[in-house]
Nanobody, 114 residues
Framework: QVQVVESGGGLVQPGGSLRLSCAAS????????MSWYRQAPGKQRERVAV???????VYADSVKGRCTISRDNARNTVYLQMNSLKPEDTAVYYC????????WGQGTQVTVSS
């Protein structure tokens, strides 16, 4: 079964950090690009970061310098390290695998609030 499962969300104070994880299964993880998206209430889903099979990373301007996407092909896992979090980072964060018709995870909630 082809799937991705996110974890690591939660409540954090402004300025804090979180690391999201996305465990993939059912496909050749190392051969595919992996992305993190987010969707805040009332807003469209936006791509936060993508990492290619060759470890090239691209970030949205809104998170550049604060977030790092990485992958561990031995563990079939992609990570999103988020630092200096802001209230506007509050959203449901989704993992996306560019495989088949595109595979989405169920999402993990990140809330940045004091």
């Amino acid at each position: 079964q082809v799937q991705v499962v996110e974890s690591g969300g939660g409540l954090v104070q402004p300025g804090g950090s979180l690391r999201l994880s996305c465990a993939a299964s059912g496909f050749t993880f190392s051969s595919n690009s992996m992305s993190w998206y987010r969707q805040a209430p009332g807003k469209q889903r936006e791509r936060v970061a993508v990492i290619t099979s060759g470890d090239v990373a691209v970030y949205a301007d809104s998170v550049k310098g604060r977030c790092t996407i990485s992958r561990d092909n031995a563990r079939n896992t992609v990570y999103l390290q988020m630092n200096s979090l802001k209230p506007e980072d509050t959203a449901v964060y989704y993992c996306y695998a560019a495989v088949l018709q595109g595979i989405w995870g169920q999402g993990t909630q990140v809330t940045v609030s004091s």
